[in-house]
């Protein structure tokens, strides 16, 4: 072999010897990112079992208020909730998310998505009951029978639900839920809702006005109570030609002020209808005279128990027509009773209608949009008949029946069986709170029994028999009688009845009172929201 070819080979041969470390090392950091890849992919395993575990969902926290904290669990329950009702009420108005799309991808206003809305609200509610709540635990507050009462009913219900689902308790709440929310959560739950309302009702009532407070607030808040009756008839300026010049226009409109005015020399009480008729232009087929538009409110938004009852009169003096449909006298369309200060169209009447120096009989004419409507005033009043009762009941419902009356037999014997529970409660006393609790136990009127059957209506929104019993010019204080209605036979216990208006009074001052002590109470208790407990609700949605 030649000294050159021999030289060629040594410089090979060192040229691959030094190449061989640097090809080790990059074996090496291949390895290494291999290694940290599988270890991400690891964690993420783990992660993902962690969280499908429902473990996260059990224990770290999303809200605290106080010493309480909720675990995404439970705000997931709320959120769920809130998601239905929310979604129920904007449907009404066309403007609800769509289910089939994550609520984070949906608008909601000006930048704000669905998700975000939903939370804060959702928050907003929680904080709010959990400081009552905090507030019932540092006052000591506890729950009545009728609240334990309500709250062995609830679980019972799940129960039930969850055997007609064919699951266990666990596993229907996790199905309607999400994951990890326990039947031991859910029934902390409904507790914590019931004593932080217990804490509320508590401190309400200890919140009682003399004769003297009331009138203090009525003579404040007079438009708040006071309703007015008064005559209206409106004469339209507004000419209706469109090839009239602006000298007719004006002509038009003077000639209808002028109308407007001589009416109002002329009205009293007893003529007005006859003149409205007068000042009125010849009707076209089918149109018939009208008053100038205004609508009466309806003050009374409670439930109605005899609401299916469609030719009972409504005693609410709120309203002015009762919507009988009697054939006995026309309606005089310029009649307003009873009519409260939001329902009375325009500043201008308002002011006219509700000033104290007002009188009957008065008159004027107010002008509105070329349009002069003459008023006469009848009476003002704040409602000063009975109207509004406190009460507690117990019923015991007819068995299932044919026919619309229960038999003889049948209504005797659910008598028996209320008679049995009145002389029960007669045994324990005979006082409201014995009622109260007998009533969480014995009632059948699963919608008040677990308020120990307290019931607080205005006059003509019961069933006819509760209603006439209630309002007996001799009721008392404390009295107690079985009495049939149309679902069976109640146990009515009478607590008081009181002026309308003196009970909005009272219901008024007592919402003020008490929103100055609870955000004086909650501004002493921490709120705290955690961000990966709020992150770990968000997924999914």
């Not at 009331?214 to 004469?235: A, C, G, L, M, Q």
């Amino acid at each position: 072999m030649s000294a050159s070819r021999e030289r060629k080979k040594r410089q090979a041969a060192r040229a691959a010897q030094a190449a061989a470390p640097k090809k080790r090392r990059v074996d090496v950091k291949r390895r290494a990112v291999v290694a940290v890849a599988a270890g991400v992919v690891g964690l993420f395993a783990v992660a993902l079992v962690v969280y499908s575990s429902g473990v996260l969902h059990k224990n770290i926290k999303v809200l605290t208020v106080g010493g309480t904290s909720l675990t995404p669990a439970e705000f997931n329950y709320y959120h769920l909730n809130a998601q239905n009702s929310l979604y129920d009420s904007y449907s009404q108005y066309g403007y609800a998310w769509d289910p089939t799309k994550p609520l984070s991808k949906q608008e909601f206003y000006e930048g704000m998505n669905w998700l975000d809305y939903i939370n804060d609200y959702v928050v907003s509610q929680l904080e709010s009951m959990l400081t009552r709540y905090e507030c019932a635990v540092r006052d000591g507050t506890r729950l009545l029978p009728e609240d334990t009462a309500y709250i062995d009913y609830a679980m019972q219900s799940l129960q039930t639900a969850a055997e007609q689902s064919g699951t266990t308790p666990d596993g229907f709440l996790g199905q309607n839920y999400g994951q990890g929310l326990t039947a031991g959560q859910y029934k902390q739950i409904i507790t914590r809702e019931r004593l932080a309302s217990r804490w509320e009702e508590d401190r309400r009532a200890e919140l009682v006005y003399s004769s003297e407070d009331k009138e203090r607030y009525y003579s404040d808040h007079k438009t708040d109570f006071d309703r007015v009756s008064y005559h209206s008839h409106t004469i339209s300026g507004t000419l209706d030609d469109p090839d009239a010049t602006e000298e007719d226009v004006a002509a038009f409109a003077e000639a209808a002020r002028a109308s407007a005015e001589e009416m109002s020399s002329r009205a009293t009480a007893e003529n007005f209808w006859a003149l409205s008729l007068e000042y009125s232009p010849p009707p076209e087929d089918g149109d018939e005279p009208d008053g100038d538009g205004d609508e009466p409110d309806d003050d009374d938004n409670s439930d109605i128990d005899d609401s299916d009852d469609d030719d009972s009169d409504d005693d609410d003096d709120n309203d002015g027509d009762d919507g009988d449909d009697g054939d006995e006298e026309e309606t005089d369309p310029t009649l307003n009773e009873h009519f409260s200060y939001s329902s009375v169209t325009g500043d201008d009447a308002k002011e006219w209608l509700f000033d104290d120096s007002r009188k009957a009989g008065d008159t004027t004419v107010i002008e509105n949009s070329s349009n002069f409507t003459v008023y006469l005033f009848l009476e003002k009043s704040r409602n000063e008949e009975v109207t509004a009762a406190d009460t507690r009941h117990i019923l015991k419902i007819f068995p299932e029946h044919d026919g619309d009356e229960p038999t003889e037999e049948q209504s005797e014997a659910t008598k028996t069986a209320a008679r049995e529970v009145s002389d029960a409660w007669r045994e324990k006393g005979g006082t409201e709170r014995a009622f109260a609790e007998l009533a969480a136990a014995e009632s059948d009127d699963t919608g008040t029994k677990f308020s120990g059957g307290f019931y607080s209506f205005t006059k003509g929104d019961a069933v006819a028999e509760y209603n006439d019993w209630t309002f007996d010019p001799l009721r008392r204080e404390g009295d107690a009688e079985l009495v049939k209605t149309q679902y069976g036979w109640h146990i009515i216990y009478f607590i008081g009845a009181y002026e309308n208006w003196s009970a909005q009074a009272q219901k008024s001052l007592q919402d003020t009172a008490f929103t100055e002590l609870f955000e004086a109470r909650g501004a002493e208790i921490e709120k705290k929201q955690h961000g990966f407990g709020m992150f770990i609700t968000n997924l999914g949605k």
